[in-house]
């Protein structure tokens, strides 16, 4: 049995809040020896660490605090000194660590006799399988995408067109802005934060991850990508749709049929033991035999820019990209309790594009579609 050391906080740490699952802003230490898990941490969190189920909480008092204090150790170097009396204490001499790591304790223990292997594996397979606990909060986040696409919507639908300036409503730009404005007011009343998401239209929406700005006019495509976090779990969801006002351009209507029908494809693929890559594969298929190019069939070295530009989608949990993927490089299989994006685009530069986004639990026998909302192009 492989020991374990995790060095971090839960709020920025995701390894470490599959692990811990409650919220710790300061540094602390994570560790596993012989299959029991111990958490070093200060007197102000000691109480709620002890009421999580199957982890021996350890206040810092026990691996000297108070004597480091007496000695006059800078507050700032005195974790290396505590990590080390910790892994000491319990008798742990190797272990596995996250890529990420902080590199000045690992020099510090390595220095001490303390082997380190960092590694990428162990902690993705960790969290792959969600807990129920995750999944409630990933559905929470679900549900507040969902009720802010609602009140999208509804401004969509209010607006009126004055010309060449573009969409109004009661007499007011309508702008990404506002409807960003409009989106985070839904997403505190659901209890999720949500600090950055896409309201991209026109040729922004060709642009990957372009935030967007500006005023909307009618007959351009309208992109709007949520990926807001529980609070109370620190889970994601993830969830894209596409809109125009008024009649949709020729262009549009096609990119929107096809990433429907990709869409519809990807989630009847997905079942357990299924690479990714397979897949994503027939995503490619689909926008391949329309005409389009896929990363599967532009140049080696090539920059794609227009068609279907991107993977299909990507694990969802504690972060919002996270494995496994579905993409060209994606070869791992799938496995039940994986939350997956589906997320098939088309593009082009100077017109626009069109995404439809999905968040899909991976059962025993197929997978589960978490969203629950209408594709259509008109709000």
């Not at 299959?35 to 070093?40: L, N, Y």
């Not at 990428?120 to 009720?147: D, Y």
């Not at 009649?247 to 029908?261: G, I, K, S």
Request: charged share 30%; with cysteine; aromatic share 6%.
């Amino acid at each position: 049995m492989t020991d374990i050391l995790i060095y971090g906080d839960t709020v920025r740490s995701a390894e470490l809040r599959h692990e811990v699952p409650i919220t710790i802003p300061d540094p602390f230490l994570y560790a596993e020896r012989e299959g029991v898990k111990h958490v070093f941490v200060s007197s102000l969190e000691i109480a709620r660490v002890r009421e999580l189920d199957g982890i021996v909480a350890h206040p810092n008092e026990e691996i000297g605090y108070d004597e480091l204090i007496a000695s006059g150790v800078h507050r700032e170097e005195m974790y290396k000194t505590l990590v080390l009396n910790a892994c000491r204490l319990i008798g742990l001499t190797s272990a596995t660590v996250p890529r990420f790591f902080p590199l000045e304790l690992a020099d510090h223990l390595r220095a001490d006799g303390i082997e380190l292997t960092p590694s990428r594996e162990p902690f993705a397979l960790r969290r792959r399988v969600k807990s129920k606990t995750e999944l409630e909060g990933i559905r929470r986040a679900q549900r507040a995408c969902e009720a802010a696409l609602d009140a999208v919507r509804e401004l969509l639908r209010a607006a009126e067109e004055n010309g060449s300036a573009g969409l109004e409503v009661d007499g007011k730009p309508l702008t990404s802005e506002w409807l960003k404005r409009r989106i985070g007011e839904v997403f505190a009343e659901h209890d999720v934060l949500g600090d950055e998401f896409i309201v991209s239209h026109g040729p922004q929406s060709a642009r990957g991850h372009e935030m967007g700005s500006g005023q909307i006019k009618a007959g351009e495509p309208i992109v709007i990508d949520l990926w807001p976090r529980d609070r109370e779990t620190g889970c994601f969801a993830d969830m894209t749709r596409t809109y125009v006002v008024g009649e949709p351009p020729a262009p549009l209507v096609e990119f929107h049929r096809l990433v429907l029908e990709a869409l519809e494809k990807a989630i009847d693929d997905i079942k357990p033991g299924v690479p990714g890559r397979d897949v994503f594969v027939g995503t490619c298929d689909i926008f391949q035999a329309a005409g389009y190019r896929t990363p599967l069939s532009k140049e080696p070295g090539e920059v794609l820019e227009d068609g279907f530009i991107h993977g299909l989608g990507h694990g969802v949990g504690l972060e919002v990209h996270e494995e496994p993927g579905m993409g060209m490089a994606s070869r791992d299989p799938l496995i039940a309790g994986d939350v997956v994006t589906v997320e098939p685009g088309l593009y082009n530069p100077g017109f626009g594009g069109c995404r439809l986004e999905d968040l899909v639990l991976v059962t025993e026998d197929g997978a589960e579609n978490l969203t629950d909302y209408p594709y259509d192009l008109a709000p």
